[in-house]
Structures are given as structure tokens and as C-alpha cells.
């Protein structure tokens, strides 16, 4: 008995539709990476951690405006919120960085996005993009709460919501620097690995050891380096910016001394080294 061979048909057809470029996946990448800073479109127990810190965030700014409605008198200004949050923004970053970065190379899909038009550097872009994005809107959201809860309680009609807004507006730069600052390190640290505890782990270690380096040396008897101190943590470094670009509103109240431009450019510095080095990292896994 012969065997024959039978083909069958399963309906396979070619694409015909149009082809997108690389803009198009940059933009996928980005949105996705939004999505799963929330837990939207992933399991309930991804979004327990990010919404309940976002929660919190909120809650803190609800109960400011109704205090501030009550007595009249400002709690904690937008720059002071964002240092009183920072606890809560390093945990946030530790989750989420080892969520956009570790899975990718644990579960190896990394080949595939790079088989595509979707390059290394585009994929470092749309990843730090959307951590950015997701710390930021973590800190203005409940400041754009806190600003509300001013504009309609205060008692100089139209000038009083201006004066507001213009304090508002380096409230959402100083947040804006957190998340830029914050993300960009997270996210060079879960790159190094593909276990998320891991790289929880390290994020949170940065933060952690560097603090202490800080209280030591800033007290050391020496104005010139108690000045400096706050160049060694990030935390630090951007609570001397704030004191620097905005004097008087932060929370930390660093003696940054004459050295504000150098807090300024070591944060640049820093945050464009971090992605240099992600950049670095992805071409050579591209490159693969």
C-alpha cells in the first residue's frame, strides 16, 4: 500500500495592506510601554501596584486642596510635593523599569522587534519615552488637582488663578526632571539583566546606598563640600536644581552655595550618559 501525500489548504494569505515604517513602531512601542506602566491590558495583579501608588499620590493631593480651601494657607507647594512623593516615585520606577526592559530579554523577543524597520535606537527612544511619561503624569496629575483646588477657592478672581499657574508651571518642570532623571537611570539598570527582582533590586540600591554618601559628606566640616554633597545621590541632585532654578521651594532646602549650574549640568550629563549607555547596550544586542 503506497502512502500519498495530501496538501492542505489552512488559508494562509499574503499581506497586502500597507506597510508601516519605523514611526509607526516607534509609536507602538511607546504606547504599549504607556499601557503596561498601569497595568491596561495585562493581568488585575499588574495593575494593583502602579494604580495603588497612584492612588496615594492622588489622595495626598485632594486632601492639600481641601486643606488649602479650608484655612487659606499653602501646605506643601508643587516643587515640595514632588520631593514629599520621591519615596513613592523610586518604588514606582523600580516596578515598572524591570517591566519594560527585563521582560524583553528574559522572554527573548528582542530579536524580533530588531527583524523589523524598528531600530536600537528607536527602541531605547520609545521605552524611555513612555517611563517619562508615566512618572510624570504620576506627579502632575495630583499637582494639576492641587491647582484646581486653588484656582476656585481663591479670593482674587482672575489675577489669583494666573499667580497660581505661574507657580503651577515649575511645579511640572521639576516633575518633569524627576521622571526624566529617574527613568533614564531605571531603565539603564534593568537593562543589565532580564530578572525583574533583580533589577528591583539594583534600582532600588542605587537610591538607597547613595542617600547616606550624602548625609556624610554634607557633614563634613567644609562649606565648599557640604555645598557639593547633594551632587552624589540623584535624589540630591535634583532637589539642588530645584533650589538653584526656583530658591526657596523645596522641600530638602539644600545650601547648594554659587554651585547651581553644576547641580544643572551633572544632570544632563547624567541622563544623557544613562542613554548613551542604553543606546550602546541595544545596538550591540541588535547587532546580534
Request: hydrophobic share 55%; aromatic share 10%.
Amino acid at each position: 500500500m503506497s502512502e500519498a501525500g495530501v496538501i492542505h489548504d489552512i488559508g494562509y494569505q499574503r499581506y497586502s495592506g500597507p506597510r508601516l515604517g519605523r514611526r509607526a513602531g516607534l509609536t507602538a512601542l511607546y504606547v504599549h510601554g504607556l499601557r503596561s506602566s498601569f497595568g491596561l491590558g495585562r493581568s488585575a495583579k499588574a495593575k494593583i501596584f502602579p494604580w495603588l501608588v497612584a492612588g496615594i499620590m492622588l489622595l495626598v493631593a485632594v486632601i492639600l486642596a481641601a486643606v488649602r480651601s479650608q484655612i487659606g494657607e499653602t501646605i506643601l507647594t508643587y516643587v515640595q510635593y514632588d520631593d514629599q512623593m520621591s519615596w513613592l516615585i523610586i518604588f514606582f520606577v523600580a516596578i515598572l523599569a524591570p517591566q519594560l526592559m527585563s521582560r524583553d530579554i528574559r522572554s527573548g523577543t528582542l530579536p524580533l522587534y530588531f527583524s523589523r524597520p524598528v531600530r536600537a535606537a528607536d527602541y531605547v527612544l520609545a521605552k524611555f519615552a513612555a517611563m517619562a511619561t508615566a512618572v510624570w503624569l504620576l506627579l502632575g496629575v495630583p499637582q494639576l488637582i492641587m491647582f484646581l483646588g486653588a484656582a476656585f477657592t481663591t479670593k482674587n478672581g482672575a489675577s489669583g488663578v494666573w499667580n497660581e499657574f505661574l507657580d503651577l508651571v515649575p511645579g511640572w518642570g521639576y516633575s518633569l526632571l524627576w521622571a526624566l532623571l529617574f527613568s533614564s537611570i531605571g531603565l539603564l539598570i534593568a537593562s543589565m539583566t532580564g530578572k525583574q527582582a533583580f533589577a528591583a533590586g539594583g534600582i532600588v540600591a542605587v537610591f538607597l546606598v547613595t542617600t547616606p554618601v550624602f548625609g556624610v559628606l554634607a557633614s563634613i566640616p567644609s562649606t565648599t563640600a557640604n555645598a557639593l554633597a547633594g551632587l552624589v545621590s540623584p535624589m540630591t541632585l535634583i532637589a539642588g536644581v530645584g533650589a538653584w532654578l526656583t530658591p526657596g521651594t523645596s522641600e530638602m532646602e539644600l545650601n547648594i552655595g554659587r554651585f547651581g549650574a553644576i547641580y544643572a549640568i551633572e544632570t544632563a550629563c547624567l541622563i544623557a550618559a544613562c542613554l548613551l549607555l542604553l543606546l550602546a547596550r541595544y545596538r550591540k544586542v541588535a547587532s546580534l
